[in-house]
């Protein structure tokens, strides 16, 4: 398998004109002539379904959910990045790549991060003119506030809810042409397999979630923007139906998977509070612009928080990282917070949590102003756990939130199978070893309303792409693939839920492969998923037939994609034997107990590529060329 | 922790053209710090292992802001808490041995799926029709050049904050969605991006409300009580000025 990455020649800031300027077009009268698929309609799938459809394209959209409107893109609250320097604060695309390289631990593509900074500032105009309502100054100008890692205000908002703003206006869009005839909209339905012919992506199975019929679509593309495989870990800040297996089942038909051990922990979530939990809850980073996190100095000090006098509070991040304090990035934030609770300085009930303390702020700006900028955050956080947080600080704790890694793409966002494109938070694209907040949906609407549009066109140019049906015998292969297993999955009678393995699983990889992660845990970790693998399909238990809607069989086929994903991600962590962002190895860390890189060995992005059942995967390595930035140890003291 | 048990009447139906009926299940243990579909989650895992389906519920963010979960709890859609999804309702607002009774979202334009789940999709049909600026991607000017007021900002996204989940129409006597529809007719009539096609978007968005057979706004104010984003009935009042203003003053058809 080769990694061409297809980074254009030229000065970093020319690449992406050049791009466009040397790429081939298709003719508006000719774009009419392609099919292609898009599965997902979170912000990534959403807004390319609709720049394509607007371009001339035909093109089928795929989702889960009963609506297009729903999907997990919608949950983002705190907002989204761009380079406008609206605030006069020093900011610039230069600065904004810069952030997004060095926040990312120095382990993504120079061009690609560049480019998205370009685009970055499309976006928002898009987004205004689609007429999503941001937060606006008295003046009318729109408001920024800041998130972590970075010392500008260049974060868009919508309240607490920019993603739902944000897809809202991509979901429209896409409605418009679903009018035009354009885009031909499948929801409620999972995608189940990738059909490849002569090399070539080229259709996907599907099954119908209502009617559980198996079905098959044959396209001249298929585009993956499934979003992330958070949920392998169970409990997540993601939405129940996230899932790896349309990306899992590409990986089975060839397309590389790179870095899939980068998995973020977000330092601000509500904390586990019983084992009936079905999911964590985050608060936003937003918070950290007002809130203030501390632990009590004493260990085991038990006290509530308001009889903590101010002498006794350790505001940790204030005094370790003076020059970003509570904004420190995510991987800085969470490794702290669990790291004061290893200490036994953790406070509530379990012990593994932190305050989120906003009485400092709230008595600098009054409540009505505190309220206004993150009331829903306090409202949600008030009907979760029965506490307000103006009374009394939030308590957190880091939980899983996104995934880094993802299919391998080029710098065309195509995968290592041609004609797969991948966009999204599927994708490994920008954010090397941590994202920094509020740019996964930049990179989402980057890939989709800008970069896939310019792209595509180039592989349709390129290629020879004969006419074929889904009557050709791979698509008969992977319907029977389909069918074989959701039978088996059927048949076998057991007496365990999916629920049940599900959890088993999560809590593996939340010990051994989460926020700290070392040779001996992992080894250990690794040696137990066979056995997982086999309980699984011999003690699985699925009620109901597969003729129908069945939401325990749907979760069924997704922990048995988890699961054997579990191997690549473990195998992945091993490998990399330095710390890099949120991947943290115990054994690789600065006196500071900061995450100390090994650039000369480890500069690369791993990208896994599949050699069948029972056999360990190959690992290909793309190694990455800094000809703009100096790499340094990261630091936000 | 507070332990409490309830006694579960839950609508079952296997499919859309099936005889539904109620069923009577007892909750066994229940922490009032669980959510509602932590509850259905825990009756659902005992189910499955004692060979009966489990119950079919919508559901997906757990955070209330994808729209997708909802059912009717003892008459009132998303249940008793003011301003909250079903994921978002936790069982501390409930007591030990009450009884509850979990419905679907009814409705004609509605139609039911499987047990609690019911078929949307009206409702992006009517987005279809014009729940929409008709700019293309790219072009677009720079995002300050025009100056939108904070108060309109804000106001436009009162009503934009709509997530889509059917309380509305569920709630409504007449099965009205004119709560839904206002809400995007109210976002997009209070912008100025949204001015170009005011007419257009509410003649097309109100006659497809029309033709998929939801029924018409006679002001019981169900619909806002139910609505548990808050949108305000106000949005109605402002749908029917934009309808008439288009029907009596545009030259759109
Ligand atoms: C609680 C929360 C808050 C966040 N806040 C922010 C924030 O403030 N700023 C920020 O930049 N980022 C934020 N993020 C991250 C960001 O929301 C996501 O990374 C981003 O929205 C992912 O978008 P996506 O389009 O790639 O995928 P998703 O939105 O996950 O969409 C995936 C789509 O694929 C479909 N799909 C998945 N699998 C299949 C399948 N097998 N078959 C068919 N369809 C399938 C789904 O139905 C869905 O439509 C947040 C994330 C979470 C969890
Ligand atoms: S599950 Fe998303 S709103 Fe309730």
New interface residues.
Partial sequence: MQLNHRIPSGPLTEKWDRFRFETKLINPANKRKFEIIVVGAGLAGA?AS??LG?LGYNVNTFCI????????S??AQGGINAA?N?QNDGDSIWRLFYDTIKGGDFRAREANVYRLAQISN?I????????V??????????ANRSFGGAQVSRTFY??G?T???LL?GA???M??Q??AGKVT?H?RSEMMDLVVINGQARGIVTRNL?TGAIESYAADAVVLATGGYGNAYYLSTN???SNVTATWRAYKRGAAFANPCFVQIHPTCIPV??T????L??MSESLRNDGRVWVPTRTGDKRPPAEIPEAERDYYLEKKYPSFGNLVPRDVASRNAKEQCDQGKGVGDTGLAVYLDFSEAINRLGEVAIRRKYGNLF??YE??T?QDPVKEPMTIYPAVHYTMGGLWVDYHLMSTVPGLFVLGEANFSDHGANRLGASALMQGLADG??VL?ATISSHFAESSLPPITTSHPAFTEAMDTTKGRIQRLLSING?R?P??FHRELGLLLWDYCGMARNEAGLKLALGRLPDLKEKFWQDL????SGA?????LERAGRVADFIEFAEIMILDALSRQESCGCHFREESQTGEHEAKRMDDKYSYVSAWQYQGEGQTPKLHKEHLVFENIQLSQRSYT | ?TIIHLTLKIWRQ??PESKGSFKTYESGPI?T???F??ML??LN?R???S????V?F???????????CGSVINGTPHGP?K??TLC???M?HFQDGDTLVIEPFRSRAFKL??DL?V???A??AI???G????????G?????A?????FT??Q??DA??C??CGACVAACPNASAMLFVGAKIS??AL?P??QPERSKRALAMVKKMDELGFGNCGNEKYCEKACPKGISISNIARLNREFMRAAFCSVEE
Avoid: W
């Fill in positions: 807004s609709a720049t607007e959910q009963d609506s297009p409107r729903r999907g997990h919608i949950a406008k609206y499309q928002i105009d898009q987004c205004v003119a689609q007429g309502p941001f937060a606006r100054e008295y003046g009318g100008l729109l919508a309240r809810q993603g739902q703003q809202l979901y429209s869009a409605m418009r679903v009018k909209l929801p209502i939405a129940m139906a509070h019983g009936y939990q079905s999911k809850t985050l409202d949600m009907k979760i029965g309303y800008f549009p007496k839920t629920d049940d238990k699925v009620t109901g129908d809607l069945n939401q325990t | 922790m296997t499919g922490t710090a669980m959510s579909l932590e989650d825990v895992e189910l499955i292992l060979g009966e389906e489990p079919a919508d559901h997906d963010c757990r955070e209330g802001i994808c729209g997708m808490e301003k909250t978002q309702l936790h501390r799926v499987k789940i078929d949307r999709s409702f992006d987005i279809a029709e729940g929409y600026v008709s700019v293309n991607t790219g677009t000017p720079d995002a300050n025009i100056p939108i007021p904070t900002a804000e436009a996204l934009a904050e997530i889509g976002h997009l912008l991006q949204g």
